[in-house]
């Protein structure tokens, strides 16, 4: 694995000119000469690097993110935060591919006593895998190009007291176009969002099914994430555009509902119950079962009576 802890280290490497700035460089994608490695490259930044690309004939060049690929396709956006790990691996025919576009690169150092210092880690693509790239339209493209081609031109023009805030304003546009883009994603991909749904469900009917919870205990958001093959952030964000709940929200919906089921058709204690359901104290359960349903166990039950 190799470890860019600087931007300029990273042009370097690519055979790029020295950035004008050394915390941020925007270049178009056509500039950089294509790897030439026989192995699988990995790379870490310690930078943010934000990719918007357009790649042709790429029937072999794959991208990996972690153990999930990703399958280049005309006009995607991704993100990757600093010290995330990416590798690339690309086949015999490297050659053939043509491919187009912006990358930006920005040092956390930059945004140093602004507030996106703060506010840019609220944004929850930072965490998305890269096959969960953003798929834009060609007027979204259009949009982000330009927002690209305006921070490039005031890094490449003379450095003054202005050019830090009037780049972080780009950005914070840039960023906010992004997010917005994601939740038309999350919306119009209604085929295979409703088909994500069913998935859901079954997975969690299935878990709370099995006689072993005292064993397994509750199911966590990462376990429900990598069984629909998604990163924690994605599945959270998809869930809470389509649903108005998170996947956490989600288990405790459904493990409420289990709950209720043992609690209305058997003579279970509460004890029993709540360690049936996974939990390792009584009190946590009693606890998430009144905040979500406003009445203590015995409450509820007693309610049947």
């Not at 370097?12 to 915390?23: D, G, I, S, V």
């Amino acid at each position: 694995m190799k470890r860019f802890a600087t931007i300029s280290e990273f042009l370097q490497f690519r055979h790029l000119p020295k950035p004008q700035h050394p915390l941020i460089c925007v270049f178009e994608i056509k500039s950089v000469e294509r790897l030439r490695l026989e192995e699988p490259a990995s790379w870490l930044y310690d930078f943010y690097a934000i990719a918007l690309k357009r790649v042709s004939n790429v029937e072999d060049a794959k991208l990996k993110y972690g153990q999930q690929q990703f399958d280049f396709d005309n006009g995607i956006m991704s993100f990757v935060a600093p010290g995330q790990i990416l590798s690339l691996s690309l086949e015999d025919h490297v050659e053939a591919i043509q491919q187009s576009g912006w990358m930006l690169l920005i040092h956390p150092d930059f945004l140093w006593n602004t507030p996106l210092a703060q506010t840019i880690k609220q944004y929850d693509f930072w965490d998305y895998s890269v096959n969960e790239a953003l798929f834009l339209s060609e007027k979204e493209e259009t949009t982000l190009v330009q927002i690209l081609v305006n921070i490039q031109q005031e890094c490449h023009s003379n450095i003054d007291k202005f050019t830090k805030n009037i780049v972080i304003s780009h950005l914070e546009t840039l960023l906010n176009y992004a997010d917005r883009f994601y939740h038309r994603q999350f919306i119009t991909r209604e085929k295979t969002n409703h088909y994500l749904l069913e998935r859901l469900e079954k997975l969690l009917n299935d878990y709370f099914a099995n006689d072993d919870l005292i064993t397994k205990g509750l199911p966590t958001v990462s376990y429900i994430a990598e069984s629909l093959n998604l990163s924690p952030k994605y599945l959270s964000s998809l869930l809470k555009v389509l649903t108005g709940q998170n996947t956490q929200q989600h288990i405790h919906e459904k493990l409420i509902e289990k709950a209720k089921e043992k609690l209305s058709s058997t003579d279970l204690s509460v004890g029993e119950i709540a360690y049936a359901l996974g939990f390792e104290h009584i009190q946590s359960f009693s606890k998430l079962f009144k905040s979500k349903t406003q009445l203590s166990p015995i409450e509820f039950r007693a309610s049947f009576k």
